[in-house]
T-cell receptor
């Protein structure tokens, strides 16, 4: 069964606006990662946040993690048309750290 | 190599035929993973290799699915007697080592399998 659930399932915004995607998970984790997928093919790793971290930044990306609520958010600031993609959160479960459990993803459309 | 490669990129087959999907991980990566992604869905874990051993095959959907890895490098995922529900994108990933938390997995471009 899927560990993570993401919302919204789809998001459409104007270029320049910020995009926020949320992920919830069920079990204790070591880390949570966010991936981007273009055109239903290979995934690109965006950012990893460890369970003892609360916030992390990478360029225009900001990720937060709330382990008490078992949730994470990904914020993309000043969005660009090239950010159009599907975004997935993935967790590695504490007792089987090799296995990534993916959420169902958020499809982001950035309109030029 | 520069990244994880998979072949073929697309495979169309008839129901009941066997297919083999290949993954070449990044050189030096000891851990290799297979995932499956159905249309519009997230990724579903299938199997994980550490070296040539597969400690966890729990994600394989049925006994028609098998995988092997030789020489600690190339892996082959075999689906026997394919069914239409096997249609999906099959993604391979590798990481330097699966031990320890937070090992980033690098993904290949996937093989899109269509079973007619």
């Amino acid at each position: 069964s899927q560990q993570g659930e993401e919302d919204p399932q789809a998001l459409s915004i104007q270029e320049g606006e910020n995009a926020t995607m949320n992920c919830s998970y069920k079990t204790s984790i070591n880390n949570l990662q966010w991936y981007r997928q273009n055109s239903g093919r290979g995934l690109v790793h965006l950012i990893l946040i460890r369970s003892n971290e609360r916030e992390k930044h990478s360029g225009r990306l900001r990720v937060t993690l709330d382990t008490s609520k078992k949730s994470s958010s990904l914020l993309i600031t000043a969005s660009r048309a090239a950010d159009t993609a599907s975004y997935f959160c993935a967790t590695d479960v504490r007792d089987s750290s090799y296995k990534l459990i993916f959420g169902s993803g958020t499809r982001l459309l950035v309109r030029p | 190599g520069a990244g994880v490669s998979q072949s073929p990129s697309n495979k169309v087959t008839e129901k009941g035929k066997d297919v083999e999907l290949r993954c070449d991980p990044i050189s030096g990566h000891t851990a290799l993973y297979w995932y499956r992604q159905s249309l519009g869905q997230g990724l579903e874990f299938l199997i994980y290799f550490q070296g040539n051993s597969a400690p966890d095959k729990s994600g394989l959907p049925s006994d028609r699915f098998s995988a092997e890895r030789t020489g600690g490098s190339v892996s082959t995922l075999t689906i026997q007697r394919t069914q239409q529900e096997d249609s999906a994108v099959y993604l391979c990933a590798s990481s330097l080592d699966a031990q320890g938390a937070g090992r980033e997995q690098f993904f290949g471009p996937g093989t899109r399998l269509t079973v007619l």
